[in-house]
RNA sequence: GCGGGCGUGGUGGAAUUGGUAGACACGCCGGCCUUAGGAGCCGGUGGGCGAAAGCCCUUGGAGGUUCGAGUCCUCUCGCCCGCACCA
């Protein structure tokens, strides 16, 4: 045995330094034109590759330092970035930060250290941390949303959305945070009304904010999900947060006061069975219809106690329905009966009209309604298996046949009547069909310092002016006093604040919000493409070169808001002629989390596991392989020590036995010539070399990571076990294809292994291809069962006919004992695999 | 309530198209080497019966389709995730 021994603490700084000093990494972009030529050579790309690649993971929130999650994601995103390189793909693999946003706002308050300050320390911090987990990267594109050089284009896309009238102002009821003194988007506020960020119980005021329009895109943001490769629990998630619904708009006249209301409906075949209507209290025609009936004081009293309703109470389905009369009544346009108006908190203001026609019949909501306040119950449908059942049990939400409705409607099908009512509603005027989703605009602007401010001027004579493009970026002004006082704190900078009209020059005040951190990290995936762009956002040919991102990687938790918010803008920025394309992420991976003794990871629970600590003890190649063996990497992963020194033991072994046999062929042979001749050991071992490049390549492609490194573990024991049965040559071809196909797990070792054996980078070495002839096997065992039970294995010649393979079975020793006396009635070949011979 | 997913040894997991269940690893047991082992190497390891050959059982549970089911179908239990008074 000779003294060599795994030290990753030597190995992996050597690498890392290389890579850094050659920017190893680094890609232009063709069509500034230094790299025309390469991309006509082609570079030995195989059949059918594309000749770029942008596979890109979601950009870090820098705060503190990396955790494990991080380690997972990039160690997911590096190992596909790498493939697509050997793959003679020009890789483009940049990293950047979301470096605006609450969290660093409120260390500021905390610590009187300017986020500007606080986050750069972060970022630093992040930086070293990946640089020393050997990710790939294009640190040349490196960006951060804070920046002035950044935020610049974030604000020219506001205002580019602005004019196309996507981003507007409009006073609303909006979800405000009583501790962080901030309008939140329906997004950020969780089932039980609380702030997503702080935990406090939401409340609800009504106040001037911007809002971009993505409810306009509502049916393109669900139609193209069918054109991505998504997984399809986030598709499904994206299409009930867009909630399309398919029903028709009816309109009920309120007689007494001459105003129409309308609702929206999906069952207008149940139209004959509203009984009663009812209003969400927030509604504003509410109080207007209360005044001067018996009812008013009830009803003020009722819309002020459920105005103070939390989400969390409201949103009980438990709870007793509440509401109170209006003492009005509205004209059921079918039937033209009177039927009564009501508030109640069961309906929603923001979804539909904010009012509904209820038929308590059909609608178990309804039905609860009614039968707490006594209201008539009328059923219009009736279920065809049991058609004499009057007693059938309400309410009834299926389908049946219409009855108690209108002569020409009675004995319809339910499905056929709702077409026949909408028709006979659009031709009276009273409605027509419609469309409704739950999606709502998106809220964007917040009263807090650190974000992208608003590129807006308020002028007395000209109202809202753009801020014009040769004056962008409107920087952050320096502040000294952060706390949230219910509006922006950039109000008290009054320097800035104060300025002239762009238009006419006169006084004019600059608006004082700024944006949700969402629309920085809507768009920043173009900005990688031409981060260094001084002139536009980005270059469209660099897009052209680019885009659409091949692979995007991230947690779940993103799966509706930032990756609904980034489709959004592709969408809008196509519209405007800014970009080619419509969906910005043409394949998605969402990983899962990493815990520790079952459960999240939490500094409260003191089971944290740190990147750094790991990396201390065991070295990176370990940490991130042992992170993509311990399962499929889109599954939660339990962290465990114990695991962690097996993939150690691993890579030591595959590195000592290469060392060793380095040593043993006396220097490097380039080219990695596999043995000639091919016999015995020999042939096994180059055997599982190409069954294992096989296995790898297939798996990479379908993110089984966990299965391609067990694959190379396969490969490595069989090295281990034919090391002396086997020439220095054969060990060295088996070894270096093992550090080969192993190298976008563990890039610094299987460089390192790569270049002891062949003398050569295997960065640069094209993926491996396995050859056709030593996959196949020219003998096999074959299965020999009875009865579909495995009775004896035998060896069978590939070539063998299915006549033959019958032969060989029913020669078989223990096939022959169970055969003893039966019937053999049918027999089953499967060549290459079994016969299954059934007896009776 | 609606939608999606999962359930396999002591543990993490494998089985890609309906074709040998348990790859690979952890852990455990035994052995070698060692002054020592939290180093390294070799062997064993789903359960039951058996000296062995072998036989039986086994993928949450119950049925079904099939020559053959972890995989497909029906029902059922348990867990996880998303949405939820969305008209």
Same mark, same amino acid.
């Given at each position: 045995?000779?003294?060599?021994?795994?030290?990753?603490?030597?190995?992996?700084?050597?690498?890392?330094?290389?890579?850094?000093?050659?920017?190893?990494?680094?890609?232009?972009? #063709?069509?500034?034109?230094?790299?025309?030529?390469?991309?006509?050579?082609?570079?030995? %790309?195989?059949?059918?590759?594309?000749?770029?690649?942008?596979?890109?993971?979601?950009?870090?929130?820098?705060?503190?330092?990396?955790?494990?999650?991080?380690?997972?994601?990039?160690?997911?995103?590096? !190992?596909?970035?790498?493939?697509?390189?050997?793959?003679?793909? =020009?890789?483009?693999?940049?990293?950047?930060?979301?470096?605006?946003?609450?969290?660093?706002?409120?260390?500021?308050?905390?610590?009187?250290?300017?986020?500007?300050?606080?986050?750069?320390?972060?970022?630093?911090?992040?930086?070293?941390?990946?640089?020393?987990?050997?990710?790939?990267?294009?640190?040349?594109?490196?960006?951060?949303?804070?920046?002035?050089?950044?935020?610049?284009?974030?604000?020219? +896309?506001?205002?580019?959305?602005?004019?196309?009238?996507?981003?507007?102002?409009?006073?609303?009821?909006? *979800?405000?945070?009583?501790?962080?003194?901030?309008?939140?988007?329906?997004?950020?506020?969780?089932?039980?009304?609380?702030?997503?960020?702080?935990?406090?119980?939401?409340?609800?005021?009504?106040?001037?904010?911007?809002?971009?329009?993505?409810?306009?895109?509502?049916?393109?943001?669900?139609?193209?999900?069918?054109?991505?490769?998504?997984?399809?629990?986030?598709?499904?998630?994206?299409? /009930?947060?867009?909630?399309? @619904?398919?029903?028709?708009?009816?309109?009920?006249?309120?007689?007494?006061?001459?105003?129409?209301?309308?609702?929206?409906?999906?069952?207008?075949?149940?139209?004959?069975? !509203?009984?009663?209507?009812?209003?969400?209290?927030?509604?504003?025609?509410?109080?207007?219809?209360?005044?001067?009936?018996?009812?008013?004081?009830?009803? %003020?009293?009722?819309?002020?106690?459920?105005?103070?309703?939390?989400?969390?109470? =409201?949103?009980?389905?438990?709870?007793? *329905?509440?509401?109170?009369?209006?003492?009005?009544?509205?004209? /059921?346009?079918?039937?033209?009966?009177?039927?009564?108006?009501?508030?109640?908190?069961?309906?929603?203001?923001?979804?539909?009209?904010?009012?509904?026609?209820?038929?308590?019949?059909?609608?178990?909501?309804?039905?609860?309604?009614?039968?707490?306040?006594? &209201?008539?119950?009328?059923?219009? +449908?009736?279920?065809?298996?049991?058609?004499?059942?009057?007693?059938?049990?309400?309410?009834?939400?299926?389908?049946?046949?219409?009855?108690?409705?209108?002569?020409?409607?009675?004995?319809?099908? /339910?499905?056929?009547?709702?077409?026949?009512?909408?028709?006979?509603?659009?031709?009276?005027?009273?409605?027509?069909?419609?469309?409704?989703?739950?999606?709502?605009?998106?809220?964007?602007?917040?009263?807090?310092?650190?974000?992208?401010?608003?590129?807006?001027?308020?002028?007395?004579?000209?109202?809202?002016?753009?801020?014009?493009?040769?004056?962008?970026?409107?920087?952050?002004?320096?502040?000294?006093?952060?706390?949230? *006082?219910?509006?922006?704190?950039?109000?008290?900078?009054?320097?800035?604040?104060?300025?002239?009209?762009?238009?006419?020059?006169?006084?004019?005040?600059?608006?004082?919000?700024?944006?949700?951190?969402?629309?920085?990290?809507?768009?920043?995936?173009?900005?990688?493409?031409?981060?260094?762009?001084? @002139?536009?956002?980005?270059?469209?040919? !660099?897009?052209?070169?680019?885009?659409?991102?091949?692979?995007?990687?991230?947690?779940?938790?993103?799966?509706?808001?930032?990756?609904?918010?980034?489709?959004?803008?592709?969408?809008?920025?196509?519209?405007?002629?800014?970009?080619?394309?419509?969906?910005?992420?043409?394949?998605?991976?969402?990983?899962?989390?990493?815990?520790?003794?079952?459960? *999240?990871?939490?500094? @409260?629970?003191?089971?944290?596991?740190?990147?750094?600590?790991?990396?201390?003890?065991?070295?990176?190649?370990?940490?991130?392989?042992?992170?993509?063996?311990?399962?499929?990497?889109?599954?939660?992963?339990?962290?465990?020590?114990?695991?962690?020194?097996?993939?150690?033991?691993?890579?030591?072994?595959?590195?000592?036995?290469?060392?060793?046999?380095?040593?043993?062929?006396?220097?490097?042979?380039?080219?990695?010539?596999?043995?000639?001749?091919?016999?015995?050991?020999? #042939?096994?071992?180059? %055997?599982?070399?190409?069954?294992?490049?096989?296995?790898?390549?297939?798996?990479?492609?379908?993110?089984?990571?966990?299965?391609?490194?067990?694959?190379?573990?396969?490969? #490595? /024991?069989?090295?281990?076990? &034919?090391?002396?049965?086997?020439?220095?040559?054969?060990?060295?071809?088996?070894?270096?294809?093992?550090?080969?196909?192993?190298?976008?797990?563990?890039?610094?070792?299987?460089?390192?292994?790569?270049?002891?054996?062949?003398?050569?980078?295997?960065?640069?070495?094209?993926?491996?291809?396995?050859?056709?002839?030593?996959?196949?096997?020219?003998?096999?065992?074959?299965?020999?069962?009875?009865?579909?039970?495995?009775?004896?294995?035998?060896?069978?010649?590939?070539?063998?006919?299915?006549?033959?393979?019958?032969?060989?079975?029913?020669?078989?020793?223990?096939?022959?004992?169970?055969?003893?006396?039966?019937?053999?009635?049918?027999?089953?070949?499967?060549?290459?695999?079994?016969?299954?011979?059934?007896?009776?």
């Amino acid at each position: 045995m000779s003294d060599h021994r795994y030290d990753p603490h030597e190995i992996e700084p050597r690498w890392q330094a290389l890579w850094a000093a050659e920017r190893t990494w680094e890609v232009s972009n #063709l069509t500034t034109g230094e790299h025309a030529l390469e991309v006509s050579a082609g570079g030995g %790309r195989p059949v059918g590759e594309p000749p770029s690649s942008y596979v890109l993971e979601m950009l870090p929130y820098p705060s503190g330092e990396p955790h494990i999650g991080h380690l997972k994601c990039y160690a997911v995103g590096d !190992a596909i970035a790498h493939f697509h390189r050997r793959l003679g793909r =020009r890789v483009l693999h940049p990293m950047g930060y979301d470096s605006f946003g609450l969290p660093a706002e409120n260390h500021a308050i905390r610590t009187g250290v300017h986020p500007r300050v606080s986050i750069a320390e972060s970022i630093a911090s992040f930086q070293q941390q990946f640089r020393s987990w050997g990710i790939s990267i294009d640190w040349s594109r490196e960006l951060s949303t804070s920046d002035p050089s950044y935020y610049r284009w974030t604000q020219w +896309i506001f205002l580019e959305l602005f004019r196309a009238g996507l981003a507007y102002r409009k006073e609303a009821a909006v *979800k405000w945070c009583p501790k962080d003194q901030t309008v939140l988007a329906n997004e950020q506020v969780d089932a039980e009304g609380h702030c997503e960020r702080c935990g406090a119980l939401v409340e609800v005021r009504q106040l001037e904010q911007w809002f971009l329009r993505i409810t306009d895109y509502a049916e393109r943001l669900l139609g193209d999900l069918g054109e991505i490769d998504w997984p399809e629990h986030v598709k499904t998630m994206q299409r /009930n947060w867009i909630g399309r @619904s398919e029903g028709a708009e009816v309109t009920f006249r309120c007689e007494e006061m001459g105003v129409d209301y309308p609702v929206f409906t999906t069952r207008p075949d149940t139209l004959f069975g !509203a009984t009663f209507f009812v209003m969400a209290p927030e509604h504003p025609d509410v109080m207007r219809l209360a005044a001067g009936t018996e009812h008013e004081q009830a009803a %003020r009293d009722y819309v002020n106690s459920a105005l103070n309703e939390t989400n969390e109470e =409201r949103g009980n389905t438990d709870k007793v *329905k509440t509401g109170v009369p209006l003492g009005r009544t509205v004209t /059921n346009p079918v039937s033209g009966e009177q039927i009564p108006m009501w508030v109640a908190d069961y309906v929603l203001m923001e979804y539909g009209t904010g009012a509904i026609m209820a038929v308590p019949a059909h609608d178990e909501r309804d039905h609860d309604f009614a039968t707490t306040f006594e &209201l008539p119950i009328k059923r219009v +449908i009736e279920p065809i298996d049991a058609p004499d059942d009057e007693d059938g049990a309400l309410p009834y939400s299926g389908d049946g046949r219409l009855v108690n409705s209108d002569p020409q409607f009675d004995g319809m099908g /339910n499905r056929e009547a709702l077409s026949a009512i909408v028709s006979w509603l659009d031709r009276e005027g009273k409605g027509h069909a419609s469309v409704n989703y739950r999606l709502r605009d998106w809220l964007i602007s917040r009263q807090r310092y650190w974000g992208c401010p608003i590129p807006i001027v308020h002028c007395e004579r000209c109202g809202m002016v753009p801020v014009p493009e040769d004056q962008l970026p409107v920087e952050l002004p320096d502040i000294d006093d952060y706390l949230p *006082k219910g509006r922006s704190p950039l109000a008290a900078a009054e320097d800035w604040v104060n300025t002239s009209c762009p238009d006419c020059d006169g006084p004019a005040l600059r608006e004082t919000d700024t944006m949700d951190t969402f629309v920085d990290s809507s768009w920043y995936f173009l900005r990688y493409c031409d981060a260094g762009n001084d @002139s536009a956002a980005w270059d469209p040919a !660099a897009l052209r070169e680019w885009m659409p991102v091949d692979q995007y990687i991230g947690g779940v938790e993103h799966a509706i808001l930032h990756l609904m918010y980034a489709r959004f803008f592709c969408k809008a920025l196509a519209d405007l002629g800014h970009v080619e394309f419509q969906e910005p992420f043409r394949a998605l991976f969402t990983q899962g989390m990493v815990t520790k003794d079952g459960s *999240k990871m939490s500094k @409260s629970k003191g089971n944290v596991v740190s990147p750094a600590s790991i990396i201390e003890r065991v070295g990176a190649d370990t940490a991130r392989c042992y992170i993509l063996f311990v399962g499929p990497p889109d599954q939660d992963a339990d962290w465990s020590d114990d695991g962690v020194e097996g993939v150690h033991r691993f890579l030591s072994r595959l590195w000592r036995l290469s060392a060793e046999t380095a040593d043993r062929a006396g220097g490097p042979s380039p080219g990695l010539p596999a043995p000639t001749t091919l016999e015995g050991d020999e #042939l096994e071992l180059a %055997r599982k070399a190409h069954w294992a490049i096989e296995k790898v390549s297939g798996d990479l492609r379908r993110f089984a990571f966990n299965t391609a490194i067990a694959a190379v573990m396969e490969l #490595l /024991n069989d090295c281990s076990r &034919l090391r002396d049965s086997v020439s220095t040559e054969g060990l060295s071809y088996a070894l270096g294809t093992a550090a080969s196909l192993l190298f976008p797990f563990a890039p610094h070792a299987c460089a390192d292994i790569y270049e002891r054996l062949t003398g050569e980078r295997v960065w640069e070495q094209a993926w491996p291809q396995a050859d056709e002839s030593l996959l196949e096997r020219d003998v096999y065992e074959l299965v020999c069962q009875v009865n579909g039970k495995v009775r004896d294995r035998v060896q069978a010649g590939s070539d063998a006919t299915p006549e033959q393979l019958k032969d060989l079975c029913r020669a078989a020793p223990n096939v022959i004992a169970h055969l003893d006396g039966k019937e053999l009635v049918k027999e089953i070949v499967v060549p290459g695999k079994l016969v299954n011979l059934v007896v009776r």
